[in-house]
């Protein structure tokens, strides 16, 4: 997972006191990732406005509001690949990445998306990389064991996941919106 580790998240301290510019540098590393998936159409709004977030979180004088806007494309990344690492799949065609891609829009994205959004992205499941293209992808074009991505993958969300969970603590006790837990 050349792409996902190549810059580190720094791990959550005790408090979950996260410290946002040096979130945001992190996080910056990551729109790429929606290059792996293909489907320029309708993956480039999410890359759009990840990027988007993290430029407006460094000159922004409120850096917690990117936060919460930029849960949205992170939390879609997680599930997705939470979801690949877990073995979840298809069983009829395994190395199809449609069911980690339609979980992981139920949970991030689809209640923020009117009718025609969600159509156009059922669609564009179809067009989704074959799991074995996204791990090479993820590889920056590398051959890897796929048990050897699979590890990488669980170590990039090992060190995500508990930083996107405090987030998401922090605005329920705002009582902002929030509402991806799975």
Known sequence: MALLLEH???????????ETLPFLE???????????????????????????????????PSPPRCLRSSHRG??????????ISDGERDEEHPNLIRVNALKAYEIALKKYHGWMLQKLFMGSVYALP????????????????????????????SRVTPILDAIYEMYTKMNAE?????
């Open 8 to 18: 580190e998240f720094k791990p959550l301290p005790a408090d979950k006191q996260i």
């Open 26 to 60: 992190a996080v910056a590393h990551l729109p790429p990732f929606f290059d792996c998936l293909g489907s320029p159409i309708v993956y480039s709004p999410v890359k759009a406005d990840l990027t988007g977030n993290i430029k407006v979180g460094r000159a922004s």
């Open 74 to 83: 992170l939390k879609f990344m997680l599930v997705l690949l939470q979801s």
């Open 130 to 157: 074959y799991k074995s293209d996204l791990l090479k992808a993820l590889e920056k074009g590398r051959e890897v064991k796929e048990e050897e991505s699979i590890e990488k993958i669980h170590q990039f969300l």
């Open 178 to 182: 929030l509402s991806y837990k799975a």
